[in-house]
């Protein structure tokens, strides 16, 4: 069986690698180079979702980034501080007491916590607006490229070839017009015979899906993060904190400057290929002004050192399409903030999929492409 993979970002690299494990010969092509997708933008790695299948991903995941380094015999520079979470309103502080009980069946020890208690986590925080908290103490942040090195070079070992610099153009099937199953994919010099193709395409998924007549509702949607530096100093290990209500959100990078970022609406419709950079100076005031009431580590003096910017692949309900909606088109697609740490356990799925004919870590039905005909999606509440 030979397997095409478009896209070696984290979540074709990952999946490269689970199919050459299971023996299936593979070539991934990239019409880059690896890393040139949204992969490097940010290392978070969470338990702390609202939807049950979320966390079920980052229970499969998170198993697999606990003996990453062993595994994959490389450095990713792990940093486990855990994520906290605020509530102001008195609905999402319900909501998110039940999140930390239905994370906990995932056998994640998370907690639910008073504002009063939120402080020991982070000892800034002024706890006056908030109703409650959860923390999540094994969440964390890695090296995202370090990360996706180890896959790569994995994958290479395992004798996945990578062509580079090569775009997926076209795909081939057989009796298209009674929906025939994928047989071959075309490039600017080739056609290559194959019997499955992963589109793993990141920002650009919508447009490959197009090649097999699809409309997976994928769109790429620019988003924003500031590098700050306060003027005063913090403790390195503080958790990333987030005011759910507001959007507010930040983590340190290192002990001289943070991570921050703010509300979502803010994400407009962009070309992965050629977006303008750059936080407006609107939405930067904004967001320095709900960090300055968050924590006291933010004030009048916090400097913007630049903006981060980077393209969400982004569904409408906020979670991935993990499908096989044409026979031998697997889609792995649509992670909106959140394909990094889910890669692994994706990985294991698209390549159980594509071996098994069905995926046996986990069900992935809520995943599915009906789900937006079918009016059967669940917006993932908690959205980074
Ligand atoms: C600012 C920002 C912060 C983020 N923070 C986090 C975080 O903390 N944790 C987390 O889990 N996620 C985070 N994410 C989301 C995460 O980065 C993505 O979900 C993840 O990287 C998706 O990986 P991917 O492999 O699907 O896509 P990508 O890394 O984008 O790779 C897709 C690749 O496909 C290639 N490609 C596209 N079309 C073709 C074609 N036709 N032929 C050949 N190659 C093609 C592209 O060149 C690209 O290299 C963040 C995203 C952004 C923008």
């Known amino acids: ?44 790695i969470r338990s702390q979702f ?7 991903l980052s229970r499969a995941s998170m198993d697999a980034w606990n003996t990453f380094e062993e595994e994959f015999d490389v450095e990713i520079r792990e940093r486990i501080t855990g994520y906290l979470f605020l509530a102001r309103d008195p609905d999402t502080a319900t909501q998110l ?34 109703v409650s908290a959860s923390f ?3 969440d964390r942040f890695v090296d995202p490229n370090l990360a996706l090195r180890g896959y790569v070079d994995a994958a290479r070992a395992a004798g996945v070839e990578f062509e580079l610099g090569v775009a997926v153009t076209g795909v081939r099937r057989d009796g298209r017009s009674s929906g025939g199953p994928v047989t071959a994919i075309e490039t600017a010099d080739s056609t290559v015979d194959c019997d499955y193709v992963v589109n793993a395409a990141g920002a650009w998924a919508s447009e490959l899906d197009a090649l097999v007549d699809g409309e997976l509702p994928v769109e790429p949607r620019l988003r924003h993060q500031l590098l700050v530096r306060p003027s005063g100093s913090f ?14 959100v930040f983590y340190p990078e290192d002990d001289t400057v943070m991570i ?32 300055a009431e968050l924590a006291d580590y933010f004030d009048e003096d916090t400097r913007v050192q630049r903006s981060i910017s980077g393209v969400y692949a982004q569904t409408p309900d906020s979670n991935p399409i993990i499908d096989e909606p044409v026979p031998g088109y697997v889609t792995a697609v649509g992670f909106s903030g959140h394909g990094f740490m889910h890669a692994p356990a994706t990985g294991k799925v698209v390549s159980e999929i594509i071996v098994n004919g069905e995926p046996k870590l986990l069900d992935v039905t809520s995943f599915s492409a009906r ?5 059967g999606s669940s917006t993932e509440r908690s959205f980074i």
């Open 260 to 291: 921050a970022s703010g509300p979502q609406e803010t994400m407009p419709t962009v070309d992965p290929d050629g977006y303008t950079e750059g936080a407006s100076r609107d939405w930067t005031l904004a967001v320095l002004e709900s960090l």
């Open 371 to 375: 789900r937006f005909s079918d009016d």
């Open 97 to 130: 007491e039940r999140d930390v009980a239905m994370q906990s069946e995932y056998g994640f020890p998370n907690e639910f916590l008073s504002a009063g208690e939120a402080t020991e986590h982070c000892p800034g925080l002024d706890p006056g607006p908030y």
């Open 1 to 44: 069986m030979h397997v095409v993979v478009v896209g070696s970002g984290i979540v074709g690299a990952a999946t490269a690698y689970e199919l050459a494990q299971r023996g299936v010969e593979v070539t991934v092509y990239e019409k880059s180079h690896v890393g040139a997708g949204s992969t490097g933008a940010g290392g978070g």
């Open 235 to 248: 403790p390195p290990d503080l958790p990333l904190t987030m005011d759910l209500d507001t959007g507010a």
């Open 50 to 56: 609202s939807l049950p299948a979320n966390v079920a």
């Open 136 to 138: 999540s103490p094994e």
